[in-house]
């Protein structure tokens, strides 16, 4: 064994990019549970983001646009699931089961001409001054801007649940949908934008596989990572900042695991490859037991279908 | 045809007349129609899309006589037999199921159709109906690995393992030997990455290799998402694994090994017409031409070009072979005495690395 071959210096800063994708998938599916919808369809929207903003990225040259385009595909399929679930109240489970099925099969169609095509490369973005400091320079500051933008995302989220009056009126609908009909806030309305929210964010988390990771496009090439973002929901308890530490742990343990591989640790690699769902579980029974229990509340009106005459 | 009583008899009549003619009943009326079973996506750049490629040079070379179909991205696993069954009711007469994880559910499917042919690749089970076929991968590595020794400023050398089978350690064996020989110093590194595609997952284990210090990665896994890491990382070089992976030319991706099943298929597809198909299992190389190694870049100089081009030659005439003694095991103990070959039965069981790899084979 040579644990001294892995740099911290570099873990830590190829932590922060592998956390990124499930993190902005993760961050818009907290805004729709916590309006009080239960989207299983991340999975479909991520890879449908994927391709659009692959597709986007190579029409236009440019991988910043190819963002834009990625977080449009992701919110247009999403405002599918909308229309199915908040005015014909499908069962939402199913709808998103189904929609990451529709998501997975219309990327793989849409992709065909782009097998082996080259993505455009993303600028990197060298804070000057702060990306010379040593040790902190390569972690925090010489990352792409998407990186950038999913932590601010995180700190946005926050505010706006817990700052702002519109996020309020949000965890309202949230956490019992009746009530704020009653006072007169439009519950559909509002899931129809979180939903949106939604999409637009596991879209970007797609297209930064696609983009920035990969990079280039592949079909399945999200491989799950849509299933890992619900699960990270659950794991932050339905809170920003918990999520981003949810994130990191995951994105961390994921690229921790192959160094040690590589740096030929003395630990089984079916050992490593589950701690990440092993902590989840032991996290959820730490702040589901006594004292914490309430602080696990789901949204009281999650995965509940909603109409106005009820 | 509408099928009611009168042409139904009318047919049976017909059949049994052409029976008592001695004229074979099956050909001419219709195309044989030949089925593939894939385990990833056909637009993977890597495993399946050489297995379709070869699907798609017999259908050029056959024309309208036969008549293929396949399903892509089939699970391992239980799913498979209900896919494979559905082939057959549809009417397929010979099915290749194209990953080692369809082994039983073939056996399975095939035990039930003792009409329809079956053919599996990578596996070991066969039955009248059920051949197998297989290409020797380890001679590409043989290759590859030479070139990977030579090549490498800082001595590690990085495999990206799929899952710890047979196949997968003669490659890495293989490739070890070979780079060894022309490079005393050197050393692998090994990470299983336990799928056979997922590219998020190799770009990761790529970039870990690279930030130890690798700057030679052989993968197993059949992504280009390696190649795009180390193109990124720059001055690190790789090989195409399964397809060509040209868009990496000619940095880094260095050369290639390049799995050919046209010709195999087209072989079996003509025995199927012809009455003459039996079970075998067969196992082609460099040789048989079943193992394409693919263009040497211009970025490798001119003498190691040469010089792997040269024991390419030497495998694919059998004058030698990648496991060729003297060898040891892992822990030290002998394995091949000098100038003793290793067997196909001993290849195909494979389970230990050879003396000078670190690192254990999971369990």
């Excluded at chain 2, 040079?57 to 559905?86: K, L, N, Y």
């Amino acid at each position: 064994m040579d644990l001294t071959s892995i740099s911290p210096v570099l873990l830590l800063a190829s932590l922060m990019v592998a956390a990124t994708p499930i993190l902005l998938a993760a961050l818009g599916e907290l805004v729709v549970e916590r309006a009080g919808v239960l989207n299983l369809g991340v999975e479909g929207m991520m890879i449908t983001g994927a391709i659009a903003g692959f597709a986007t990225a190579v029409a236009t040259g440019s991988a910043l646009l190819g963002f834009v385009g990625a977080a449009a595909g992701g919110a247009a399929l999403s405002l599918l699931f909308a229309v199915l679930v908040l005015w014909l109240r499908s069962n939402q489970v199913a709808t998103g089961l189904a929609l990451t099925l529709f998501g997975l099969g219309l990327a793989s169609l849409a992709g065909q001409p782009y097998n082996g095509v080259r993505a455009p490369p993303m600028p990197e973005l060298d804070i000057p001054l702060l990306s010379g400091i040593p040790v902190l320079g390569p972690i925090l500051f010489r990352h792409d801007p998407v990186v950038y933008l999913a932590l601010a995302l995180v700190g946005g989220v926050w505010w706006f649940l817990h700052r702002a009056r519109a996020g309020l009126v949000l965890r309202a609908v949230g956490e019992n949908h009746d009530a704020a009909h009653a006072l007169g806030y439009k519950v559909l309305r509002l899931r129809l934008l979180a939903i949106a929210f939604g999409g637009a964010c596991a879209g970007l988390g797609g297209a930064y596989l696609s983009l920035v990771r990969v990079p280039q496009w592949t079909e399945g090439i999200t491989a799950g990572a849509g299933w890992i973002a619900l699960a990270i929901v659950v794991f932050a308890s339905w809170r920003p900042l918990r999520l981003l530490l949810g994130a990191w742990l995951f994105g961390g343990i994921s690229v921790l695991q192959l160094n040690l591989q590589a740096a030929n640790a003395p630990i089984p690699v079916e050992v490593l490859s589950m701690t990440p769902y092993l902590v989840t579980i032991l996290v959820l029974v730490l702040i589901s037991s006594g004292r914490g229990r309430a602080r696990l509340a789901a949204p009281g009106s999650l995965g509940q279908p909603f109409h106005a005459s009820r | 045809m509408k099928l009611n009583r009168r042409t139904l008899l009318a047919s049976g009549a017909t059949a049994a007349t052409l029976a008592v003619l001695g004229v074979p009943v099956r050909a001419q009326d219709a195309p044989l129609k030949v089925g593939f079973i894939y385990v990833g996506p056909v637009g993977d750049g890597g495993w399946t899309f050489q297995h379709d490629q070869g699907r798609l040079a017999a259908q050029e070379h056959f024309g309208d006589a036969i008549e293929t179909i396949f399903q892509e991205s089939v699970p391992e696993g239980a799913d498979a037999e209900r896919a494979i069954t559905q082939m057959v009711l549809s009417g397929c007469q010979l099915i290749f199921t194209t990953s080692f994880g369809f082994m039983d559910p073939t056996a399975n499917v095939a035990a039930q159709f003792p009409d329809v042919k079956f053919e599996h690749a990578t596996g070991y089970k066969t039955a009248p109906n059920l051949a197998t076929y297989d290409a020797r991968f380890y001679e590409g590595r043989a290759v590859i690995g030479t070139i990977a020794g030579r090549m490498t400023q800082t001595n590690k050398i990085g495999y990206i393992g799929s899952f710890p089978i047979p196949e997968v350690i003669q490659g890495i064996n293989s490739s070890f030997i070979h780079a060894r020989k022309v490079n005393p110093d050197v050393e692998m590194v090994v990470i299983w990455a336990y799928t056979w595609f997922d590219p998020a997952k190799e770009a990761d284990a790529a970039k870990a290799m690279i930030e130890q210090g690798v700057d030679v990665i052989l993968q197993h896994t059949d992504s280009t998402a390696p190649q795009a890491a180390a193109q990124e990382a720059g001055n690190v070089f790789t090989f195409g694994q399964a397809s060509d992976m040209a868009a990496f030319k000619p940095t880094p991706r260095i050369s290639s090994i390049i799995d050919n099943w046209g010709p195999y298929y087209i072989q079996r597809i003509q025995a199927a017409l012809d009455g003459t198909w039996e079970s075998q299992s067969f196992w082609g190389g460099i040789g048989e031409g079943e193992v394409l190694i693919g263009e040497i870049t211009e970025a490798v100089p001119a003498e190691v070009k040469a010089e792997a081009e040269a024991l390419a030659a030497a495998i694919g005439d059998k004058s030698y072979h990648p496991f060729t003694g003297p060898l040891n095991r892992q822990d030290g103990t002998p394995w091949l005495a000098e100038g003793q070959v290793a067997t196909d039965e001993e290849l195909k069981g494979l389970n230990f690395y050879v003396e000078g790899i670190t690192g254990e084979i999971p369990a």
